[in-house]
């Protein structure tokens, strides 16, 4: 017996040894300088923005403005480490954490609903550059750590003190409105649906009446929603029911899709020869979770792909619940191990490449951003129908000049409801905070108009608003013709042009 339980903790340390070594693998692209996301460098630029003096020229643009704020994960970690740590620093830090804190969810609610860990729980670390790492939603990222770590605690307590209760859930709440309500959303969504699953021998009105109760313990954090105050509508991008296929591995690069399909159908193999099930603790949760995520729209407001971020999280649920049902899985365990390690070196074989790639565009675009004077106010535009599938991570590079060059940017995350940051030119504070289409610089009649309708009036008479203006075009041929601009620096994704005044 002794010798058995012993070879049970040898696996259970193996395995344990496994998933974090394959975590730290993962993480090896973040040595690189400038991390490959397409909203990372917006946030460093804002918490530039949190971090100026009185004296800084971003004072003449911007005002800072907090309060019962949803989605400020990374600025309050900031305002918390900023003594220690530079702004690059804490960018870095929170971008880490977007995949350390949801794989370390994972492995501790898999420990609660597994009498021992499942290989399967391998597949987690491979899927941590995703939608939500590469594309930049740190907040989401860190929100979603927390409700997993949340859920894990909840699950691993059976005996059940109210007042104890109460309190570490509702802070745990309260911490994920403040990183992203739609972390907070789907907690919620989980938590209940968990409560409301029948535990062995219970009656139907002690399940019913505990799904009821089941929102107290986040109650603060829905009392702080009332009291928020009203986003504004913002922009919508056109929503594609394809994000939620490619959201857990996408990575910006074309092998996401192919990639992703082998990943699905080994995991679909192994439940279709039934060697791994979903825990019954799990079952309504996760089964329940993914019919919401189906049925979301890709779209509200400012908060886009929603179904896409749902999925994410239900991921992390659905490998957290995955139990092996074979009674001694060693050759199962090395069988998924092994795979799980080549997905990973395959994985970081094509990552590594781009991240350098990016690197290199990302310290030549400074360069030339050192043409802007200081203190501008620019205008980042980007060619019509460009097709660069890297122009997602490269237009949000615009915000280094308020980095480098101390100067406004339309670009930069700002307002909208969801920061602690405002445009001091109510213009610029009302539009859309995304890049400008290099047409829309003609001053026609037409193209006013259609700015205008879109509610970007700041566009239609940019040269109001904005003395520079950067085209980002990446490999695309830059379009920018309007007169008056002359162009004072170039590099392989952008130019830099400078507007002379009307007389």
């Known amino acids: 017996m002794n010798a058995k339980r012993s070879a049970e903790w040898t696996a259970v340390f193996d395995l344990r040894a496994g998933y974090f070594a394959l975590l730290a693998l993962m993480t090896l692209p973040v040595l690189f300088p400038i991390p490959r996301t397409a909203d990372l460098v917006n946030h460093w630029a804002r918490l530039t923005v949190l971090a100026m003096p009185a004296s800084d020229p971003l004072n003449t643009f911007y005002r800072v403005e907090w309060g019962v704020i949803p989605n400020l994960g990374i600025d309050l970690i900031y305002m918390a480490l900023a003594p220690a740590l530079s702004v690059e620093t804490i960018v870095r830090l929170t971008f880490t954490l977007s995949f350390w804190l949801p794989a370390v969810g994972v492995w501790f609610l898999h420990g609660t609903w597994a009498q021992k860990p499942s290989p399967t729980i391998l597949i987690a670390p491979v899927l941590s550059y995703n939608l939500v790492t590469t594309v930049g939603l740190v907040n989401y990222g860190i929100g979603i750590g927390v409700a997993l770590i949340a859920l894990a605690w909840w699950a691993a307590n059976e005996r059940r003190r109210i007042v104890r209760d109460l309190l570490i859930l509702n ?3 309260v911490a994920m409105f403040f990183c992203h309500l739609l972390a907070l959303a789907g907690f919620c969504v989980i938590f209940g649906l968990l409560e409301a699953t029948p535990h062995r021998g219970e009656l139907f009105r002690t399940t019913f009446v505990r799904a009821l109760l089941s929102p107290l313990y986040v109650a603060v954090a829905l009392v702080l929603i009332w009291f928020m105050p009203p986003m504004q509508s913002g922009y919508q991008l056109e929503g594609q029911k394809s994000w939620m296929l490619v959201a857990p591995f996408f990575s910006g690069l074309s092998y996401d899709i192919p990639w992703g399909a082998g990943m699905a159908a080994m995991i679909l193999a192994l439940f279709a020869t039934r060697l791994v099930v979903v825990a019954k603790p799990a079952r309504y ?19 886009n792909f929603v179904d896409a971020r749902l999925v994410e999280l239900w991921v992390c649920l659905a490998l957290s619940a995955t139990v092996v049902r074979v009674p001694e899985p060693r050759h199962l365990t090395a069988v998924i191990s092994a795979a799980a390690v080549a997905f990973a ?13 990016y690197n290199e565009d990302v310290a030549e675009m400074r360069t030339a951003f050192s043409a802007v004077p200081l203190g501008s106010s620019v205008l980042a535009v980007t060619p019509p129908n460009c097709r660069d599938p890297d122009i997602d991570f490269e237009y949000n590079l615009s915000t ?7 100067a406004q940017v339309n670009t930069l995350f700002a307002g909208q409801g969801l920061q602690p940051l405002r445009a001091r030119d109510p213009a610029i504070a009302a539009a859309p905070q995304t890049i400008a289409k290099s047409e829309w610089l003609m001053e026609t009649a ?7 309708a879109l509610g970007a009036g700041v566009i239609a008479h940019w040269r109001d608003h904005f003395n520079v ?7 695309c041929q830059s379009a920018v013709t309007a007169p008056g601009l002359e162009r004072v620096a170039s590099s392989r994704i952008a130019d830099v042009y400078i507007a002379s005044r009307p007389r």
């Open 345 to 357: 070196c395959i994985r970081l074989a094509v990552i590594i490449p781009a991240w350098r790639s």
């Open 400 to 406: 280094f000049v308020v980095i480098d060059r101390r």
């Open 285 to 303: 949760a996760v089964f329940g979770f993914v019919i919401l995520a189906v049925f979301a729209p890709s779209s509200i407001g400012t908060a």
């Open 171 to 173: 802070a745990a709440a």
């Open 446 to 452: 037409q193209s006013k108009a259609d700015l205008l």
């Open 469 to 475: 203006v950067v085209d980002i075009h990446g490999t």
